[in-house]
C-alpha cells in the first residue's frame, strides 16, 4: 500500500525536532500561489542592487522593525572550543592521549607528537605547561 506525507506533517516533524535540539530550522514557501507569484517577478525586483529579498523586505517594511529587515545574516555557531576545554575536555585528551592512539595504531609518532602538543597548547587549564590528560605520553 503507497503512503505518502503531507506538507504539514512534514512541518510538525521538523518543528518538533528542531526544537527538542534547541534549533532554529527554516521551512520553504509552501503556498503554491506564492510560489508561482515568485516565479513570474522578473529578476531585477528579486535582487536590487546586490540586495538579496528586496522584494520581500520592501513587503514587510510596514510590519517589521527596520533594524530586524537590515540585520546581517548569522550563522549558527556550534561552541566546540568551549565544549573542547570544558565538559568534553578529559573525554578528549584520553581518547587523543598518545597512548590510546598508540594502541589503537592509526597515527604515526610525528603526528601523535603534534596531537599532543596540540593538547597542550589548548588546554586552558594547564599547571606549569601541562594538564592531566594532555600530559600523558
Known sequence: MPTSTSPDD?????????????LEARVP??????????????SDVKLRRFSKKWILKRALADHVPPAILQAKKRGFNV???????????????DVLSPAALGR?????????????RRARFACKRTTAGRCGPCSSS
Open 10 to 22: 512534514i512541518l510538525t516533524k521538523a518543528d518538533r525536532m528542531s526544537m527538542a535540539h534547541s
Open 29 to 42: 514557501y509552501l503556498d503554491t500561489a506564492l510560489v508561482e507569484l515568485a516565479a513570474r517577478l522578473p
Open 79 to 93: 561552541p566546540v572550543a568551549t565544549w573542547l576545554r570544558g565538559e568534553l575536555h578529559d573525554m578528549v585528551a
Open 104 to 116: 589503537v595504531g592509526l597515527f604515526d609518532r610525528a603526528v601523535r607528537a603534534a596531537t599532543d
